[in-house]
T-cell receptor, first 112, second 116 residues
Framework: SQQGEEDPQALSIQEGENATMNCSYK?????LQWYRQNSGRGLVHLIL?????REKHSGRLRVTLDTSKKSSSLLITASRAADTASYFC????????????FGQGTRLTINP | EAGVAQSPRYKIIEKRQSVAFWCNPI?????LYWYQQILGQGPKLLIQ????????DSQLPKDRFSAERLKGVDSTLKIQPAKLEDSAVYLC??????????????FGPGTRLTVT
C-alpha cells in the first residue's frame, strides 16, 4: 500500500524558478525521505528528515516536515534542466525496521 | 565505492515463463531490498533481507515469486510462472542499517521486465 501521496502529480516550470512538491502520509513516522528518479534510472536519495525535525536544507533543496498535519514539502530553488525527474517521498513508519513506503511521485519538468 | 549492481538490465519473456534477477549490494551493507515499480507508480517493497534472513516479505506474491540471499551478500529474485501484470522495473537497494540508523537506501539501476 502507498503511505505517501505526492501533490501535484506533475509540475512544469521554467528554468530558474522554484519548484515545490508536497507529500501527505497517514501513520506516525520515524523519518521521511525524498528520492529522485531520472528517466530510466534507479532512485537517488536526496534528503532524510527525522520526525523530531521541522526543516532541513541540502544545497538547493529545502524540506519541511509537519507531523501534526502528517505532511512534508520539498522545495527546489533556482531550478535547472537537470532537475527534470520524478520525485518520491518515502516514509519509515516502524521503529528499527528501516522499511520505506513510497508515494506515487511528482513528475517535475524544467523547461529551458 | 561501487554502487548496487543488477543484471540483466532488460528482459522480455512470455507469460508462464520463468525469470531470475540478480543483485549485488554495496560491500558491507547488511540490509537488501527488492522493490517492484510499475510504470507511473512508486516502488513497492517486495522483500527485505537483514544479512541472509528475511525481515519482511508481506507483499511478496509467494505463489510465484521467490527470493534468496546466500551468504548475506548477493541476492536473486525469481518469478515462476510470470503473468502479464508482472511487467515492471525490479529495483534492488541496500543500506548499511544498524543501531545508529536511520539510513538512506542505495538503489541499483533496475531490471525492466516485459511479459508478453
Amino acid at each position: 500500500s502507498q503511505q505517501g501521496e505526492e501533490d501535484p502529480q506533475a509540475l512544469s516550470i521554467q528554468e530558474g524558478e522554484n519548484a515545490t512538491m508536497n507529500c501527505s502520509y497517514k501513520t506516525s513516522i520515524n523519518n521521511l525521505q525524498w528520492y529522485r528518479q531520472n528517466s530510466g534510472r534507479g532512485l537517488v536519495h536526496l534528503i532524510l528528515i527525522r520526525s523530531n525535525e521541522r526543516e532541513k536544507h541540502s544545497g538547493r533543496l529545502r524540506v519541511t516536515l509537519d507531523t501534526s498535519k502528517k505532511s512534508s514539502s520539498l522545495l527546489i530553488t533556482a531550478s535547472r534542466a537537470a532537475d527534470t525527474a520524478s520525485y518520491f517521498c518515502a516514509t519509515d513508519a516502524i521503529q528499527g525496521a528501516q522499511k520505506l513506503v513510497f508515494g506515487q511521485g511528482t513528475r517535475l519538468t524544467i523547461n529551458p | 565505492e561501487a554502487g548496487v549492481a543488477q543484471s540483466p538490465r532488460y528482459k522480455i519473456i512470455e507469460k508462464r515463463q520463468s525469470v531470475a534477477f540478480w543483485c549485488n549490494p554495496i560491500s558491507g551493507h547488511a540490509t537488501l531490498y527488492w522493490y517492484q515499480q510499475i510504470l507511473g507508480q512508486g516502488p513497492k517493497l517486495l522483500i527485505q533481507f537483514q544479512n541472509n534472513g528475511v525481515v519482511d516479505d508481506s507483499q511478496l506474491p509467494k505463489d510465484r515469486f521467490s527470493a534468496e540471499r546466500l551468504k548475506g551478500v548477493d541476492s536473486t529474485l525469481k518469478i515462476q510462472p510470470a503473468k502479464l501484470e508482472d511487467s515492471a522495473v525490479y529495483l534492488c537497494a541496500s543500506s548499511p542499517k544498524g543501531l545508529a540508523g536511520p539510513y538512506e537506501q542505495y538503489f541499483g539501476p533496475g531490471t525492466r521486465l516485459t511479459v508478453t
